[in-house]
């Protein structure tokens, strides 16, 4: 019965370093241009709506709260969430003003 070699890289064991760095920085490059980028695009438009929000925007908090500003004050919100019913929240804790929904 035959046997069979099979060389996988570079028979004489060298210059395989230089290519695994080429191919750690271009998953990098990709990760920057499709997931880093984006998200932190998408962060920067959320904290330039909350600076600019006011009173009677409709916002959107993490916790899944919608409701009206009611008033604002340095650091927090006071949102109307139903008829009567005002709730205080961080302003770092708004995800959305005026959303369309």
Known sequence: MPQVLILLGDPQGGGGGFESLIFLALIFVIFYFFIIRPQSKKQKEIQNKVSEMKKGDKV?????????????????????????????????????VNPQK
Request: charged residues 30%; hydrophobic residues 45%; proline residues 0%.
């Open 60 to 96: 959107v908090t993490s916790g899944g709260a919608i409701g009206i500003i009611a008033s604002i004050e340095d650091d927090t919100v006071l949102v109307e969430v139903d008829k009567d019913v005002k709730v205080r929240f961080l302003k770092n804790s708004i995800t959305d």
